[in-house]
Structures are given as structure tokens and as C-alpha cells.
């Protein structure tokens, strides 16, 4: 498994972007994914997961409302549609997959296979 995230930039405050995140390998496995961000000088934190069917979804309360995750398993692709972006949204956005029993695990710990980041700013 390779997973490369893609899609981040600039943006002013209430503007949106689309992240992706592909399995550049053979195909994803049959596992959840999920986003997490790391801004400067602060821990890495949960953002938001996705069953492996896509039929359940989970976010951290600072995005519910604002970021939908989707996937597309044809395309081993994983999507983070950002809306309504905010200052404090800024970071380095990173995707993983864990395995199966820790569908919608929000503990950055459990996932094992992690993309590059990409990086997102939102200015004010």
C-alpha cells in the first residue's frame, strides 16, 4: 500500500478544497481510512474516517458540518471535501488506513499505512 495525499494549498477564510488521498500500489485494502492534520509545534490530531464500504463516517467535532469524506473504490481514492475553512483548519493533512476492528478509531496509533501530507493554509 501507497498512499499519496494530494490537493491541498492556499485558501482565504470560507473557501473550500478537495483532498485526495490514492493508493499509487495495486489496491487499497479492504480497510478504513482516515484523515488527521498536524499543525506547527502541535500534535497530530483526528480529522475524520470512513468504513472501507463508505456506508459510515466519522469527524472530529471542530469539523462536523464543514468537511465530508467519501471514497471511490474503483478508483482507490479517498476524498476530503473542506468547506467553510477556517485559520485554525491550517496543517499538514495526512491519510492512513488502519485495520478493519479499528474502523473509525480516532487514535492516529491504530493506523498503519500513512500517505506523505499535503498542505493546506487558510488565511484570515
Known amino acids: 500500500v501507497q498512499l499519496q495525499a494530494s490537493g491541498g494549498g492556499s485558501v482565504q477564510s470560507g473557501g473550500s478544497l478537495r483532498l485526495s488521498c490514492a493508493d499509487s500500489?495495486?489496491?487499497?485494502?479492504?480497510?478504513?481510512i482516515g484523515w488527521f492534520r498536524q499543525a506547527p509545534e502541535k500534535e497530530r490530531e483526528f480529522v475524520a474516517a470512513?468504513?472501507?464500504?463508505?456506508?459510515?463516517?466519522y469527524y472530529a467535532d471542530s469539523v462536523k458540518g464543514r468537511f465530508t469524506i467519501s471514497r471511490d473504490n474503483a478508483k482507490n481514492t479517498v476524498y476530503l471535501q473542506m468547506n467553510s475553512l477556517k485559520p485554525d483548519d491550517t496543517a499538514v493533512y495526512y491519510c492512513?488506513?488502519?485495520?478493519?476492528?479499528?474502523?473509525?478509531?480516532?487514535?492516529?496509533?491504530?493506523?498503519?499505512?500513512w500517505g506523505q501530507g499535503t498542505q493546506v493554509t487558510v488565511s484570515s
Open positions: 470512513l468504513s472501507w464500504s463508505g456506508g459510515t463516517q
Open positions: 500500489g495495486r489496491t487499497f485494502n479492504k480497510w478504513p
Open positions: 492512513a488506513e488502519a485495520p478493519p476492528s479499528y474502523s473509525g478509531s480516532m487514535d492516529h496509533n491504530k493506523y498503519i499505512y
